[in-house]
């Protein structure tokens, strides 16, 4: 169903239409609020209220975004909030300004000396001549799944919502409260990090 119909399905009470719902964003909801939360556990009771969130509140959603975007911010902020109140993680908007420096290294780019100052001079390497397989293998994608751990959590709720679940640009921005240039920022920084930790893994 589209969003239209989903939420007229949800106003009327529809307990298959609420069953879709968690069928379509339910594993992303945990996903992103174990970004937040000290443990598994703890996640799945914040998408728990979060679905309550949903169900309170999905008369007064009027549409301004997409059906999505407003379920991913509900939980977004609800496991903002438990993750402060366990005192276990920082407040969201404390990563929105961070700044770490480059993030690729400065002697794969050309010099002041050279033609193309500012150019790559060892440019990312393709892989488009590995096996799909040794992409997709359960080592690779483990390698990735760390290299995502490991990243700010400002960075990894971008990279996740963009690149895991594929939400466009402007609906995360709306679902974590940034702005164009801030969500662009943490993606490029998220991505070529995740990048670099593969690249190593690779050769």
Not at 15 to 25: C, Q, V
Not at 162 to 173: F, K, L, N
Request: hydrophobic content about 45%; glycine content about 8%; some cysteine.
């Amino acid at each position: 169903m589209d969003d239209a119909s989903l939420v007229a399905a949800l106003h009327a009470g529809d307990e298959g239409a609420f069953r879709d719902l968690i069928r379509l964003y339910g594993p992303g909801m945990l996903r992103v609020a174990r970004m937040y939360v000290s443990s598994r556990a703890v996640a799945e009771e914040v998408v728990q209220e979060a679905w309550l969130g949903v169900l309170k509140g999905i008369g007064r959603f009027e549409g301004r975004s997409s059906l999505k975007t407003w379920v991913f911010r509900i939980v977004a902020n609800t496991a903002k909030t438990r993750g402060q109140r366990e005192a276990r993680s920082l407040p969201f908007s404390a990563f929105g300004d961070e700044d770490e420096g480059a993030t690729v290294s400065a002697d794969r780019f050309l010099g002041d000396g050279t033609r193309f100052p500012g150019h790559w001079a060892a440019p990312p390497a393709s892989w488009a001549p590995l096996p799909e397989g040794s992409l997709l293998a359960d080592e690779t994608m483990q390698v990735v799944q760390r290299a995502i751990d490991r990243l700010p959590p400002a960075q990894r709720a971008v990279l996740t919502l963009r690149d895991v679940e594929g939400v466009e640009a402007d609906e995360v921005c709306n679902a974590l409260d940034l702005t164009e240039t801030n969500q662009r920022v943490l993606l490029h920084r998220a991505r070529a990090k995740v990048r670099a930790a593969l690249e190593e893994y690779l050769q």
